[in-house]
């Protein structure tokens, strides 16, 4: 246990590493995303005025990131977030398998995943929604519910990527994972449910304040569903003025509510009104959300496309592996990841996707792939010997 501990905390810190030689190495990459920009003026915005002055985003990163107008303070959060996700795979990965050799190689994974180095210097929500709701799929498996709901709400008021899914995931930890009578889970899904009131309720009186109405969330569903479900989009992607265009709506409506209200009702109309391009490019989507290289022509150049295929393709066919022979076999054990990855493709098929989108799928994925990886080497004696090797035969 002592040499395992030891184990993961220099894989952190070589992650650690990795991430602030990328921050220095790389120029500010947050002037080629317009939400990096976005963030940092909407955070800023409110700790002037007190409220934000967009309706689409979320509100955590975006206070997290506007409370200085330094680039370093932020993208020193991010890095130390996405070196905390290191030491949470390893945990996940202990909790889902209890192997200590899979558990460091997926946490060596995640430590030199070139994807997740990036990230972590874009000023971006990803280094802090995987961090928070990967530590709440290792807080649910170990049964720590009250600590899970927290991290999952506040994923959610990052991104509300796991919503509807987190409130299915506490009956199922509770029923099947830790075996609780009915009352317990119903006991578990109260602790959720208040956990979950009690922290969106500020955003909640927020945006009551702001709009006038209740806003669970925020206001960005209609346009993401309009976006990918329009007459201008052939790509499945969701670029402004490229695959959408909202000129009208913005034109036509000034009230935030009825503009997102607007353009839902058009999503709708539009996949009625043709509902076999709605399958076509729901295919075109899920091809495009586990393509295995990026699709725009500036980055799929053979520079990136090497390294999705030295990076990507091992651990996306590794995984495949995992499931094929041990899948079914460990099916209830390893249901709530798969839950995430379904519905996350699921919501990518309905509205717009992006290999953005599927980034927080890949620590799921490269625990799978670190189990399948050291289970075969565990099948040849020359596996056998080089886990020995490092202290890890018998893990």
């Known amino acids: 246990m002592l040499a395992s501990r030891r184990s993961i905390l220099v894989i952190v810190l070589i992650g650690l590493a990795l991430r602030i030689a990328a921050a220095l190495l790389l120029p500010d990459q947050s002037a080629q995303w317009d939400d990096a920009r976005a963030y940092r003026v909407i955070g800023h915005g409110f700790w002037t005025t007190g409220r934000f002055v967009s309706f689409l985003y979320m509100p955590l990163y975006p206070l997290i990131a506007g409370i200085t107008e330094a680039r370093w303070p932020s993208l020193l959060f991010d890095i130390g977030l996405s070196s905390a996700l290191i030491w949470l795979t390893y945990e996940l990965a202990m909790a889902v398998f209890a192997d200590t050799a899979a ?3 997926a946490a060596l994974g995640v430590a030199v995943y070139p994807q997740f180095i990036v990230f972590a210097v874009l000023g971006l929500t990803e280094p802090l929604f995987m961090t928070l709701f990967v530590g709440a799929y290792v807080c649910w498996y170990r049964g720590q519910f009250v600590a899970a709901a927290v991290l999952a709400t506040l994923s959610i008021l990052t991104r509300p990527a796991i919503d509807l899914l987190a409130p299915i995931l506490v009956v199922y930890f509770a029923l099947v994972i830790h075996r609780l009578p ?15 009131g009690a922290l ?5 009186l927020h ?13 960005a569903g209609g346009e993401n569903f309009y ?7 052939k790509t499945g992607g969701g670029i402004r003025e490229l695959d959408f265009s909202t000129q009208q709506f913005d034109a036509t409506y000034k009230n935030p509510v009825e503009r997102n209200s607007a353009l839902s009702k058009a999503g709708l109309d539009y996949v009625k009104q043709d ?5 076509e490019r729901a295919w075109i989507k ?14 799929a150049k053979p520079l990136y496309i090497a390294m999705y295929m ?29 839950a995430f990855g379904g519905y996350l493709t699921l919501v990518n098929v309905v509205f717009v996707t992006s290999l953005r989108y599927r980034l927080p799928l890949e620590p799921f994925m490269i625990v799978f792939a670190a189990a399948a990886l050291v289970r075969l080497a565990r099948r040849w004696p020359a596996g056998n010997a080089l886990l020995a090797r490092l202290g890890l035969a018998g893990a």
Request: charged share 10%.
């Open 275 to 279: 509902p076999r391009a709605f399958v």
């Open 227 to 233: 976006a990918g479900n329009n007459p201008m989009n």
């Open 310 to 338: 030295v990076t990507y393709v091992p651990i996306f066919i590794l995984t495949l592996v995992y499931l094929a022979f041990w899948g079914i076999r460990e099916f209830w054990r390893i249901a709530p990841l798969l």
């Open 286 to 299: 899920f091809i495009r959300f586990w393509r295995l290289w990026p699709y725009f022509d500036q980055y």
């Open 200 to 204: 969106m309720a500020p955003w909640w």
């Open 103 to 105: 558990a460091l190689l």
């Open 207 to 219: 945006n009551y304040n702001t709009y006038g109405t209740f806003v669970r969330l925020n206001l």
């Open 182 to 196: 009915f009352g317990g889970a119903v006991r578990q899904f109260a602790v959720y449910a208040l956990v979950y």
